[in-house]
């Protein structure tokens, strides 16, 4: 069973464009997750669904983030206008009860 | 201020040696995870503790969680280079309104010599 699909894996982009990063949880899950780890504050929640629908987001850091979830199968992660402060790892997990299972991430560069 | 503390930050042994990473914290969790990343790959989930004095053990790793249910340790038996790695742990807040919603760590960073 494959587990959680992110892409891309790697993103470089200019400071001010738009970035918008993938990810297809694990079939039967009802739960998603978006996290930002950086060496500076670790692992972050950004925002997460539950069927769905936004539950939190309470960890998305300004209006330039934003996330959706139009179906079980797929989300993404926008960032309009992108800053070099976004530069970051960005992961995608998933579950159906506590235990959550993570995608390879997302590594963005904005310069 | 960081709701799980984790200790120490960096670890550095030799193969062979025994080792305890702590996650401490001033709040009740009602379960805690840990996690084991390695470069360039998402966390990857050891084991689950919900109950006060819970011990679990995966091969050379011993978890435990807290009486009180507010700490937890991970200590690992005579450590293998395949050990080196993130660890992270992650809690539940207990009584919180948003189920499936985890806090991390800070992350321990260990690296074991050969």
């Known amino acids: 069973d494959a587990g959680v699909i992110q892409s891309p894996r790697h993103e470089v982009t200019e400071m001010g464009q738009e970035v918008t990063l993938r990810c297809k949880p694990i079939s039967g899950h009802d739960y998603l997750f978006w996290y930002r780890q950086t060496m500076m504050r670790g692992l972050e929640l950004l925002i997460y669904f539950n069927n769905n629908v936004p539950i939190d987001d309470s960890g998305m850091p300004e209006d330039r983030f934003s996330a959706k979830m139009p179906n079980a199968s797929f989300s993404t992660l926008k960032i309009q206008p992108s800053e070099p402060r976004d530069s970051a790892v960005y992961f995608c997990?998933?579950?159906?009860?506590?235990?959550?299972?993570f995608g390879p991430g997302t590594r963005l560069t904005v310069t | 201020t960081q709701l799980l503390e984790q200790s120490p930050q960096f670890l550095s042994i030799q193969e062979g040696e025994n080792l305890t990473v702590y996650c401490n914290s001033s709040s009740v969790f009602s379960s805690l995870q840990w996690y084991r990343q390695e470069p360039g790959e998402g966390p990857v989930l050891l084991v689950t503790?919900?109950?006060?004095?819970e011990v679990k053990k995966l091969k050379r790793l011993t978890f435990q969680f807290g009486d009180a249910r507010k700490d937890s340790s991970l200590h690992i038996t005579a450590a293998q280079p395949g050990d080196t790695g993130l660890y992270l742990c992650?809690?539940?807040?207990?009584?919180?309104?948003?189920?499936?919603?985890?806090?991390f760590g800070q992350g321990t960073i260990l690296t074991v010599h050969p």
């Open positions: 992650a809690g539940e807040r207990a009584g919180g309104t948003s189920y499936g919603k985890l806090t």
């Open positions: 503790v919900v109950t006060g004095g």
């Open positions: 997990a998933s579950s159906s009860g506590l235990e959550q299972y």
